[in-house]
């Protein structure tokens, strides 16, 4: 298993950066993908970015050239770099994780973008 904690969300006006962090631990050698979704309210949940074992990097259109997905293997945490927050941005963003075919969630954090 896997247990994941998301931090860094908040409150930010529009324009502005946030990075939060995913800090994995337990069979963390065992992760395929790890990566952050979001859900915002009224609607279903999405996957915001994800970069596998071997390193690479998928994006949601809406947040492309925005956004950036980062892993320290050191320290087992995974980052997301949010530039440009846009209102629509605002959701609970939460980490996932896929080991064996299962997946496994952060208890996510709340960013809420201002205008």
């Known amino acids: 298993q896997v247990q994941l904690v998301e931090s860094g969300g908040g409150l930010v006006q529009a324009g502005g950066s946030l990075r939060l962090s995913c800090a994995a631990s337990g069979s963390t050698s065992s992760i395929s993908f790890i990566g952050w979704y979001r859900q915002a309210p009224g609607k279903q949940r999405e996957l915001v970015a994800r970069i596998s074992s071997g390193g690479s990097t998928n994006y949601v259109d809406s947040v492309k050239g925005r956004f950036t997905i980062s892993r320290d293997n050191a320290k087992n945490t995974v980052y997301l770099q949010m530039n440009s927050l846009k209102v629509e941005d605002t959701a609970v963003y939460y980490c996932?994780?896929?080991?064996?075919?299962?997946?496994?969630w952060g208890q996510g954090t709340q960013v809420t973008v201002s205008s």
């Open positions: 996932n994780a896929v080991l064996w075919g299962a997946n496994y």
